[in-house]
């Protein structure tokens, strides 16, 4: 019911920046939290920053102070600087919606090359 759309990925090298954004279209009444995962080959899926409606923030700590989340209305954006060859993931954003649970994006790819 809600739909979420990412933008922004690509290639860059290390120490570069990339902002990725993620829309939220839909059912967006009742959105709470908000954040994005990531996924490399031969890793598990982890949380890497989250948001609240109210702002409250957290971070992985691998990608605290390079790393910055922020929400208007329903998008989401993580702002990444400092970029390193281990940031090198498939992103998913997500929204959870206290109605209807969680919702994710298609995925987006960062590329850091060594």
């Known amino acids: 019911q809600v739909q979420l759309v990412e933008s922004g990925g690509g290639l860059v090298q290390p120490g570069g920046s990339l902002r990725l954004s993620c829309a939220a279209s839909g059912r967006i009444y009742g959105i709470e939290d908000m954040g994005w995962y990531r996924q490399a080959p031969g890793k598990e899926r982890e949380l890497v920053a989250s948001?609240?409606?109210?702002?409250t923030t957290n971070y992985a700590q691998s990608v605290k102070g390079r790393f910055t989340i922020s929400r208007e209305e329903n998008t989401s954006y993580l702002q990444m600087n400092g970029l390193k060859p281990e940031d090198t993931a498939v992103y998913y954003c997500y929204a959870i919606r206290s109605l209807s649970g969680r919702s994710w994006g298609q995925g987006t790819q960062v590329t850091v090359t060594s």
């Open positions: 948001i609240t409606r109210g702002g």
